[in-house]
């Protein structure tokens, strides 16, 4: 799912930025706006993927003109597409039992094959998956 949300960027004292995301209610800050802009992406996608996990709605993206600052604030849309924010940070694997022939085990062995690699690459080309 890709989405658009609005975040409020405030200048710190010592230089850098706080960002706020009204939609997720949540804060986080960088060194810089490039900095705070990215650690907003990672932070609404990081409670995006939970709140899937947790079968929670993501919330509907908040229309800029509906968010109020203050004058030396800065509010700016920051996108984020959850699945590919989930492929790209989740490494978590999960275990399956798979079903094979005895003697096509056997010979996957012989050959020294990862089994598990070989089918992880026909899922992701019968998903059309690119990475």
């Excluded at 010592?14 to 990672?42: C, K, V």
């Amino acid at each position: 799912m890709k989405a658009v949300f609005p975040v409020i960027f405030t200048r710190l004292e010592d230089g850098g930025y706080m960002a706020f995301s009204p939609d997720f209610q949540i804060n986080t800050q960088g060194e810089t706006l490039a900095d705070a802009i990215e650690m907003a992406r990672d932070a609404i996608g990081i409670m995006g993927i939970d709140m899937e996990d947790d079968n929670k709605a993501i919330p509907t993206p908040s229309s800029p003109h509906d968010i109020t600052c203050a004058a030396d604030e800065i509010v700016s849309m920051i996108d984020i597409d959850f699945t590919a924010y989930r492929r790209a940070n989740e490494r978590r694997t999960v275990r399956r039992n798979v079903s094979l022939p005895s003697w096509l085990n056997s010979e996957a062995e012989k050959a020294g094959l990862n089994v598990s690699a070989i089918l992880q690459a026909a899922l992701k080309q019968e998903l059309h998956i690119t990475e």
